[in-house]
């Protein structure tokens, strides 16, 4: 739309991978915009263990590729 790229993975339709990306686009604009949100998340974690919705290592490896991908040269 207007001249914006539209990501591969939303033109796939491969379901599994669509969500995944969804997700570590909302990790990852979550920590660009409200990183003490991800480090509040990252303290809980580390207090109770992996509760479902909690962050986890599924969560902290997609934010870590977003991050490598949008990292400034």
Do not use: M, N, Y
Not at 54 to 73: G, R, S, V, Y
């Amino acid at each position: 739309i207007h001249g914006c790229r539209v990501p591969d993975v939303l033109l796939s339709g491969d379901h599994k991978a669509i969500e995944r990306w969804r997700l570590q686009q909302a990790l990852g604009r979550t920590w660009l915009r409200r990183p003490a949100l991800i480090e509040a998340l990252r303290a809980r974690q580390d207090d109770t263990g992996a509760l479902p919705g909690q962050w986890d290592e599924q969560k902290e490896t997609l934010l870590a590729e977003f991050i490598q991908q949008h990292k400034k040269p």
